[in-house]
């Protein structure tokens, strides 16, 4: 069995103790995975009170919440399958990209940027599975700063304001970060009882540890929460992962949703929305080559991301009306789906230093295997990333528009997949292999948080199977591709600080043909321009404010909706996942609202308390009725009635006002 082992292996008992030992590990590696809901029997035809078109991030999170209203009926679908184990084991999160789970979506060649690249475009991976990009992503939990949501309530009204979305932020995170839970000042702004864990992580990497004193010798604050309003430096993520397994919507909210009234059918690819007489009635879609229409008798939701969702409308008429007509479409709702198209700016920045600078205690890999399948600790385990951002100037030191992402590569790394993984062409790849032959690598992703330049999204031809195409939009103002100088300047003076020098670190001008011969700056802008990539955080094809509406319905069509991160108008600074939670978490208790439903699912219309309905209370307008208001706003109402009323009545949202109303409130 053990195939060239066996003459080493002892018959005696420890032979067998170490055979059997050797055989629990291997099978204990079924234990890492995860029962994931089981596809629907569905007939062609059925209807639905909600059709969710894609069950990502936001999607997933969308229709757990739905699915708590016992008389919703819920159909979600979505194109790919079940994640892989790499899914769920952190450390194998790069090697998710460019597979079978990802879209593998590319930018359109411009001739403008992005020469350094492999065929000169941008790649976009987004996840093609339940969890979508969430059961892809790198589990860095960010929320973007409050004056980027001062910005959205300017845009699209204050639901979207700072103080609204952090008490969606709190609702879904349980926070476990000993960092931040042993600090209360930091927990004014966290969640301990959501559904998603915030995990932390006890060992940081020795490399980690060695940037972080970097940028402190470079001016930075070292500061222990990445997500803490209006404070910047330098720190340590937090991350979307459970006892060793990444943690998402999927995983904490859809994997727990219990509701016979929840329809979920995977591998099946949405090719259109039927919109009749300005009304989203239905979608179609092929699972295994056949047909099926499926009709809503409330709303159609897309929640198919960035890419997808304008790829979406468009061919049922909701668009640019000349994009539109250029392909015979009939125009239904001329909205501008598909542009506003942007995303954080990535560049690397490069040093190279002696070996050792990366240095781990970590030790090797199949060392590594035996933790995680015994008790889900080590490398595996973990994701461990920090950035340091950076304000525009000093008189506005709390709010960043720059990032920098250092990573330590130690030598003879398999870097050279995961450089053409992230685009980079061959020769470039293969320059930086080499150099990790004999040195390590240090790669600095120096990024821009909040870029003027726009891109869009468009339709291919109108064939639903055909990619869209892409046009990143990537320095099409060139006041974005000014700010790369001073950015890569400062990720290089990481070569001078204490540590990295006495590594010898130093920096690489890797070569870049169309920059040659140039000065210091001049190649700056010139190698950013060639090797600028999408930081994979796209947003803004379904804005809010043009697109779709602050209760994110489609401007002008009835019944439906868009709820993912293409419906940002304007990107936060820092990494869009969380985000995108809160966005679904919000969406669910607009439409919850709209249909008369209290935020956990009941119905508000047909509730009585004592010898009052809903409908005969004083001050209250209907439909949009909430349970919290009511007690609010009605005086006659006596706490004791609200007592015994109250035990029948699930709440969540609303506990924190109740229990300022009455302190004899019970809520269970
Ligand atoms: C490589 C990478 C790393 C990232 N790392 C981080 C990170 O560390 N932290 C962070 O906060 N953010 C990160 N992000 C960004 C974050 O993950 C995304 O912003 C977020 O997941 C977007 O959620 P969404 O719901 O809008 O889209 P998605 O999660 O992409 O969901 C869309 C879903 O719709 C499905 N779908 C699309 N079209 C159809 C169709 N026609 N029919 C049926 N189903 C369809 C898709 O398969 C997918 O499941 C990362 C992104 C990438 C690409």
Request: proline share 4%; aromatic share 8%; glycine share 8%.
């Amino acid at each position: 069995m053990v195939c060239g082992l066996t003459s080493c292996l002892g018959s005696g008992a420890a032979g067998g103790l170490f055979s059997s030992a050797v055989q629990f590990f291997a099978a204990t590696q079924c234990l890492v995975g995860e029962t994931w809901p089981k596809d629907s029997v569905l007939q062609n035809g059925s209807r639905y009170d909600f059709i969710i078109v894609g069950a990502g991030t936001a999607g997933s999170a969308l229709a757990a919440r739905l699915s708590e209203v016992a008389n919703f009926s819920v159909l979600l679908l979505e194109a790919g399958g079940d994640p892989p184990i790499e899914a769920i084991i952190p450390a194998f999160r790069e090697t998710l990209k460019a597979s079978s789970v990802d879209w593998n979506f590319t930018s359109v060649e411009n001739n403008i940027t992005s020469q350094a690249l492999k065929r000169g475009i941008e790649q976009q991976p987004r996840g093609k599975m339940l969890g979508g990009t969430g059961s892809l992503n790198h589990m860095v939990y960010a929320r973007g700063f409050p004056s980027d949501y001062h910005e959205w309530a300017s845009i699209a009204g204050e639901t979207w304001n700072w103080t609204n979305v952090l008490k969606y932020f709190m609702k879904t995170e349980h926070m476990t970060d000993t960092n931040i839970v042993n600090n209360p000042e930091l927990m004014v702004y966290h969640g301990r009882g959501g559904a998603i864990e915030v995990s932390g992580t006890n060992e940081v990497m020795f490399s980690i540890k060695k940037f972080l004193q970097a940028f402190e010798e470079l001016g930075f604050k070292t500061v222990p929460d990445m997500t803490y309003p209006n404070s910047i430096g330098a720190g340590c993520f937090s991350h979307t992962i459970r006892n060793g397994e990444r943690d998402s919507s999927l995983r904490a909210l859809l994997n727990n949703a219990n509701s016979t009234s929840l329809h979920i059918l995977k591998d099946a690819f949405v090719t259109k929305i039927i919109i009749e007489n300005g009304t989203a009635i239905g979608i179609e879609a092929v699972k295994d080559d056949e047909k099926f229409l499926f009709y809503a008798d409330r709303e159609v939701i897309l929640s198919a991301g960035t890419f997808n969702t304008p790829k979406l409308l468009m061919p049922s008429g909701v668009g640019p009306s000349e994009h539109l007509r250029s392909l015979g479409i009939d125009v239904v709702a001329d909205l501008p789906v598909g542009s506003n198209l942007h995303d954080h700016v990535m560049v690397l920045a490069f040093l190279v230093a002696d070996n050792g600078t990366c240095v781990s205690d970590e030790a090797e890999n199949s060392m590594e295997a035996i933790k995680y399948l015994y008790d889900r600790t080590g490398f595996l385990a973990k994701a461990d990333n920090m950035a340091a951002y950076l304000p525009l100037s000093s008189s506005e030191p709390t709010v960043p528009e720059f990032a920098l992402y250092p990573t330590c590569i130690p030598q003879f790394s398999p870097f050279r997949s995961g450089c053409l993984t992230l685009g980079l062409n061959e020769d470039l790849c293969t320059e930086l292999h080499n150099l990790n032959q004999e040195y390590e690598l240090v790669t600095i992703a120096a990024v821009l948080l909040k870029p003027k330049s726009r891109g869009k999204v468009e339709l291919n031809s109108i064939n639903p199977f055909d990619d869209p195409l892409i046009y990143a939009g990537t320095f099409s103002e060139e006041q974005d591709l000014d700010h790369f100088p001073r950015l890569i300047k400062m990720a290089w003076s990481i070569a001078d600080t204490n540590y990295f020098r006495s590594k010898n670190a130093r920096v690489i001008k890797p070569w870049v043909e169309a920059c040659s011969n140039l000065t210091e700056s001049a190649w700056i802008k010139c190698m950013s321009r060639a090797m600028v990539t999408s930081a994979w955080h796209s947003v803004g094809t379904a804005a809010m404010g043009t697109v779709v509406d602050g209760d994110l319905k489609v401007l002008g069509i009835n019944g439906l909706r868009v709820v993912d991160a293409s419906v940002m108008p304007k990107i936060i600074r820092g990494n869009t996942n969380a985000p995108v939670v809160m966005i679904a978490e919000i969406a669910a208790d607009l439409i919850k609202e709209h249909y008369s439903v209290s935020r956990t699912g009941t119905n508000l219309n047909n509730m009585t308390i004592g010898n009052l309905t809903a409908s005969s209370m004083p001050n209250i307008s209907q439909p949009n009725i909430n349970l919290a208001d009511v007690i609010e706003n009605n005086d006659m109402i006596n706490s004791s009635l609200i007592e015994v009323e109250i035990t029948n009545v699930e709440l969540i949202t609303t506990t924190d006002r109740l229990s300022d109303i009455d302190d004899t409130v019970n809520v269970a």
